[in-house]
């Protein structure tokens, strides 16, 4: 391989930046040019197959590509290195559903999440009609990289958000004299955590700290790394609910708390107080954060303020005499609904007006299906939304009823955009439903309760035959294949951080539910607990 390379440098920043564009063609004959308006490569007599290759460098790169290894080994070599990395991203997890068009949804899903991802974290794409490569708080990470077997790249989400807490708690403000101000973070934010957002309502969110928190906690669920915990996901969590508790937290004369006026969902009247989804946002704040200073050992009293705070939210949440309400007074259906079980399952799943508010939301969906009012059907990311909770509710037939749904926009790759319809189509490949849509599928299969492993939750009927290999919390992977609709094998693998605790499964069982628990498991072991 011949390289022609131009070189570049960017005067009158803070920091230096320079870096290299260097192309490669394996033509022998090929010869290079660079002026100061391009370069050129030239091909005198090209024959048969010639490979190109262009190599980005410059000076925020840790470990610089090696050009010269890069010439000796030419195409080969690095196809040989890229299949060995897709290699190991797909030999992390396996799912075998006899639907494989949701399959091949779900593997479009990972693999998009993978391509996006930088050395920072996971932004919403990597392309000016992404929000620049921007990233968001209001994401779906964690759960679906984790359960997927991909923790280091959620442990990096993780590490990003609390990499730039500085800036949030710069943001936030100075405290009170009773309150701490806690992290305010950007709605949109890039590598060093300064807002890049144009002005808009949007700068009115205050959910996005809800989720920010969701995605550190559960990577400390998945890993059991109390450093990690220690470190990196408490200091987020607990600075999120303290921004709540100061900037957000209302308690009324009439005896109500509640949530103040804030920007909810975009697509809902703004601003609005006790907002359904912003409100069990706070609650999960408060108690994974009360949650994590138990585990700590540490901020008792203010521990016991978040656990009042949030027993008191959740109490007065909007609601009718039937299901709660995405807005106080607000009648009509939201996606935003859903929040009391995912993103946040805050809500016990036999809470009636849970349940009838998801009913709620899939009878009159059509209406409320996009985040901007366009379109005639759902899309692909609130189907899935709506799928992830009902299968949370273990209603197997609604989730794979909606995950169909939700396959029906996706695109000619299975790819999953935004939205998409004949008439109006907006961001493919958008990170965000990506992620809800993995951990909807995932949900099905395998969800975790404490200490308690559900396998199968939400399998509709008519799948008989499927199997899949997924990570559970406290450093496990559950390996399962059913046959006929029974489970043939069931097998559990521990990792150098599992806690030993003693395991319950939970799966379908012959005209009902079968129960094996595990009294505790070493470390780095695996335990077969049915076998064929």
């Known amino acids: 391989f011949r390289p022609g390379e131009i070189s570049y440098e960017f005067g009158g920043m803070e920091k230096e930046f320079s870096g290299t564009i260097s192309v490669f063609c394996s033509a022998s004959d090929a010869t290079s040019t660079v002026t100061d308006s391009g370069g050129r490569l030239t091909l005198p007599r090209p024959k048969g197959t010639v490979d190109f290759f262009v190599v980005f460098r410059d000076s925020l790169d840790d470990t610089p590509v090696d050009i010269e290894s ?65 990233y968001f708080g209001f994401t779906f990470f964690a759960p679906a990289l984790c359960s997927s077997g991909h923790i280091p790249e959620a442990v990096k989400v993780a590490k990003f958000w609390d990499s730039i807490r500085p800036f949030a708690s710069h943001r936030a403000g100075k405290p009170s004299r009773d309150k701490e101000a806690g992290l305010h973070y950007s709605w949109q934010t890039i590598e060093d955590g300064m807002e890049r957002s144009r ?68 697509r809902l009247p703004c601003p609005a107080r006790n907002a359904f989804l912003t409100t069990c946002g706070a609650i999960y704040c408060f108690e994974k954060a009360a949650e994590g200073a138990a585990i700590l050992g540490v901020d008792k009293e203010e521990a016991a303020e978040w656990r009042r705070l949030a027993a008191a939210l959740k109490r007065d949440l909007p609601k009718n005499s039937e299901r709660y309400l995405a807005l106080e007074g607000y009648e009509d259906t ?11 399952n805050v809500l016990d799943k036999d809470d009636p007006l849970q349940v009838a508010a998801v009913d709620h939301f899939e009878k009159n969906g059509l209406t409320a299906g996009n985040m901007y009012s366009v379109g005639t059907r759902i899309c692909t990311w609130y189907a899935a939304w709506l799928a992830g909770s009902q299968a949370i509710l273990g209603d197997g037939d609604g989730a794979y009823r909606n995950m169909k749904r939700a396959t029906a926009s996706v695109g000619h790759f299975n790819e999953i955009f935004e939205i998409n319809e004949p008439a ?25 309760e404490g200490d308690t492993i559900l396998v199968a939750p939400a399998v509709p ?10 990570r559970a919390h406290d450093d496990m992977e559950v390996s399962a294949h059913f046959s006929g609709g029974k489970a043939v094998s069931l097998s559990v693998a521990t990792g150098a951080r599992h806690s030993g ?12 539910v079968r129960r094996l ?3 505790g498991m070493a470390r780095n072991h695996r335990k077969d607990l049915i076998v064929k």
């Not at 109006?424 to 975790?448: A, D, F």
């Not at 009927?461 to 997924?470: A, P, T, V, Y």
């Open 517 to 519: 628990c595990v009294d």
């Open 334 to 344: 939201s996606v935003a609904l859903l929040s009391g079980l995912m993103p946040y």
């Open 501 to 512: 605790r003693k395991k319950c499964f939970v799966l379908p069982g012959d005209g009902g």
């Open 424 to 448: 109006y189509r907006s961001c493919p490949w958008c990170s965000s439903p990506q992620g809800t849509y993995v951990e909807s599928v995932n949900n099905m299969l395998l969800q975790c």
């Open 70 to 134: 890069v010439r000796k080994g030419g195409r080969n070599a690095l196809f040989a290195a890229h299949s060995a990395s897709w290699m190991d991203f797909w030999n992390r997890s396996f799912v075998d559903i006899p639907d494989k068009k949701i399959l091949s949804t779900w593997r479009t899903a990972l693999y998009n999440l993978k391509c996006w991802s930088t050395k920072w974290s996971i932004p919403v794409g990597i392309l000016p009609t992404h929000w620049n490569g921007a």
């Open 461 to 470: 009927k008519e799948w008989k035959d499927f199997s899949f290999r997924l």
């Open 199 to 266: 002005g808009g309502r949007w700068l009115d969110h205050y959910l996005h700290l809800a989720n920010i928190s969701r995605e550190c906690w559960t990577a400390w669920q998945y890993t059991n790394d109390r450093t990690l915990l220690a470190s990196n996901a408490y200091p987020v969590v607990k600075g999120c609910a303290q921004r709540f508790r100061s900037a957000q937290v209302y308690e009324l004369k009439d005896g109500r708390t509640i949530i103040g006026a804030v920007c909810d969902l975009e």
